[in-house]
């Protein structure tokens, strides 16, 4: 195992960790607006694990996945937070 696969490894390992714990700051958010920025993190890490796991295996391809991913969670949390600021209603 070379050095940088272990790096890669050992960020992998780091980033679930993050995802956990922020997973866990997500279910102990005190507003709804704490719990949608939750989601957004957990949504940037698992774009940064894809990513480090795409560089890892060597499959290029995992980083268009990665980028499709990181669209749809943005789109995910604009139209969420346009959702919840104009109360669920149609205007």
């Known amino acids: 195992m070379t050095t ?5 490894l050992i960020t992998l390992l780091l980033l679930v960790l ?4 922020s997973f866990v700051q997500l279910v102990r958010g ?3 607006w704490d719990r949608i920025l939750m ?17 890892y295996m060597e ?8 980028i499709s991913y990181g669209i749809i969670g943005f ?5 969420l937070s346009k959702f919840i600021m104009t ?3 149609e205007k």
């Open 75 to 79: 789109l995910t949390m604009t139209l």
């Open 18 to 21: 993050a995802m956990i714990l």
């Open 87 to 89: 109360g669920g209603r």
């Open 39 to 55: 989601l957004n993190l957990i949504s940037a890490k698992v774009i940064l694990f894809i990513a480090v796991y795409a560089i």
């Open 4 to 8: 940088l696969q272990t790096f890669l």
């Open 59 to 66: 499959r290029v391809v995992l980083l268009d996945i990665a």
């Open 30 to 32: 005190k507003t709804l």
